[in-house]
């Protein structure tokens, strides 16, 4: 038996000697710059461990991003986009691609919220090769044509034994910088629409429904986010970085 014992521990630290040594060896895709309220941020690659996140640690693409019930996280990427999650998200880079040292054609940015508030602005790989940013949600995917934009995605739940289907909001915001061209477009296999006017977005209300014709939209929820990313973290100490 403990020769038994011995060996599984043996095999549980290969396991993580293992994945610590892929990370090691894998670029990261950004950092996690700010973290408040609660403080309550993990990240999880396929298969792997869940591992808590602080500020100044690494982001890799292919992990999944969860943020507690009262913690707000921004991630910032190597191309200098950023993306602020607010409480009880779900977040995923699915592909995540910039060249070193200049354009190769090839830049690429596709990710996934899959549920929670969130605000985007975007960075280099925008500039360079917009066709290959795309954010999805359950109920739609967003092109980028522009920088700056926010939204809300619930998921689908179980309520009362029936199914209620997984929902979102999408607005546009002004733009960050000098950057011309501020649109996004939204769509799903029902329809699509284009926001380039600043207070505007769409709603998609489930998963039969293509996206709203484009009306005046507030978020409060990411009011509420980014009110917090403006206050002091509960705990100090230096940041790390990757």
Not at 129 to 143: E, K, M, W
Not at 167 to 178: F, Q, R
Request: no cysteine.
């Amino acid at each position: 038996m403990k020769l038994h014992s011995v060996g599984m521990t043996l095999i549980a630290l290969s396991l993580l000697l293992a994945a610590a040594v892929a990370e090691a060896q894998t670029p990261s895709v950004g950092r996690a710059s700010r973290i408040t309220g609660d403080q309550l941020g993990s990240a999880q690659a396929p298969g792997g461990p869940v591992r808590k996140l602080a500020e100044g640690d690494a982001v890799f693409a292919g992990e999944r991003i969860r943020t507690g019930a009262g913690t707000v996280l921004q991630i910032e990427f190597t191309d200098k986009s950023r993306f602020t999650l607010g409480p009880n998200a779900e977040f995923e880079v699915e592909r995540y691609f910039q060249a070193a040292g200049g354009v190769s054609g090839e830049e690429a940015f596709h990710s996934r919220v899959l549920k929670g508030a969130f605000r985007y602005v975007s960075g280099l790989i925008t500039r360079k090769n917009r066709q290959n940013v795309r954010i999805s949600v359950a109920v739609a995917t967003i092109g980028i044509r522009g920088t700056h934009f926010e939204g809300e995605v619930t998921d689908r739940q179980e309520k009362d034994g029936r199914t209620v289907d997984a929902s979102a909001k999408v607005a546009l915001l002004e733009p960050e910088g000098s950057d011309a061209g501020n649109a996004i477009v939204v769509e799903n296999k029902l329809g699509s629409v284009v926001i380039d006017k600043p207070g505007f977005g769409t709603e998609i209300p489930d998963e039969k429904s293509p996206p709203s014709p484009v009306k005046r939209m507030q978020l409060r929820t990411i009011d509420n986010l980014l009110r917090a990313l403006r206050t002091p973290a509960r705990t100090g100490g230096p940041a790390r970085r990757p």
